[in-house]
T-cell receptor, first 115, second 115 residues
Framework: AQSVTQLGSHVSVSEGALVLLRCNYS??????LFWYVQYPNQGLQLLLK??????LVKGINGFEAEFKKSETSFHLTKPSAHMSDAAEYFC?????????????FGKGTKLTVNP | GAVVSQHPSWVICKSGTSVKIECRSL??????MFWYRQFPKQSLMLMAT?????????EQGVEKDKFLINHASLTLSTLTVTSAHPEDSSFYIC???????????FGEGSRLTVL
């Protein structure tokens, strides 16, 4: 079975500061890993995904994540937070079959950006 | 980019009535669609996987007779909440997999409130 743990249900940063959202996964097979963003009352938008290619993955809106097998982590970072980054962020894992089969989501991290 | 549309976005109904939520892929054929349920401030829980022309596969603990899923065409899946009760109030999100590219896209979600 696969699972995802997101450390910290709430993260608060100042505008312009580094954003770091933590995600650890558990998987018995090589995982596919995803980060999604959700704005209030909306669906999910894919930020980036790891599919066994480069371990450092660059996504939209300046976000990137690094796959570290030894640490079973896939933390999301952004060098400089913007007010528009305030949202809920979900890390997800799949078993990699086709790259988009069932997704198992973490509980989410709400990012607040202070002016 | 590819778009998945859900309708209605908001629905309020009386207890005991049935509600149908539609999920449409607007510019691609979706061989597989997924239905998720999201409780307030929580993660997405997969309810069922539907493949066009076949019966949906429900996750453990999800009542098949309560949540009827139909995937009659390659662009439309419907979720019907039968005899809805207040505890069914939730945010329901669908996702659709592009049959050609394998990419996964999420709908905007539908908020159901049962009075």
């Amino acid at each position: 079975a696969q699972s995802v743990t997101q450390l910290g249900s709430h993260v608060s940063v100042s505008e312009g500061a580094l954003v770091l959202l933590r995600c650890n996964y558990s998987s018995s097979v090589p995982p596919y890993l995803f980060w999604y963003v959700q704005y209030p009352n909306q669906g999910l938008q894919l930020l980036l995904k790891y599919t066994s290619a480069a371990t450092l993955v660059k996504g939209i809106n300046g976000f990137e994540a690094e796959f570290k097998k030894s640490e079973t982590s896939f933390h999301l970072t952004k060098p400089s937070a913007h007010m528009s980054d305030a949202a809920e962020y979900f890390c997800a894992v799949s078993d990699g079959q086709g790259g988009s089969e069932k997704l198992v989501f973490g509980k989410g991290t709400k990012l607040t950006v202070n002016p | 980019g590819a778009v998945v549309s859900q309708h209605p976005s908001w629905v309020i109904c009386k207890s005991g009535t049935s509600v149908k939520i539609e999920c449409r892929s607007l510019d691609f054929q979706a061989t597989t669609m997924f239905w998720y349920r999201q409780f307030p401030k929580q993660s997405l829980m997969l309810m069922a996987t539907s493949n066009e022309g076949s019966k949906a596969t429900y996750e453990q603990g999800v009542e098949k007779d309560k949540f009827l899923i139909n995937h009659a065409s390659l662009t439309l899946s419907t979720l019907t909440v039968t005899s809805a009760h207040p505890e069914d109030s939730s945010f329901y999100i669908c996702s659709a997999r592009d049959g050609h590219t394998g990419e996964l896209f999420f709908g905007e979600g539908s908020r159901l409130t049962v009075l």
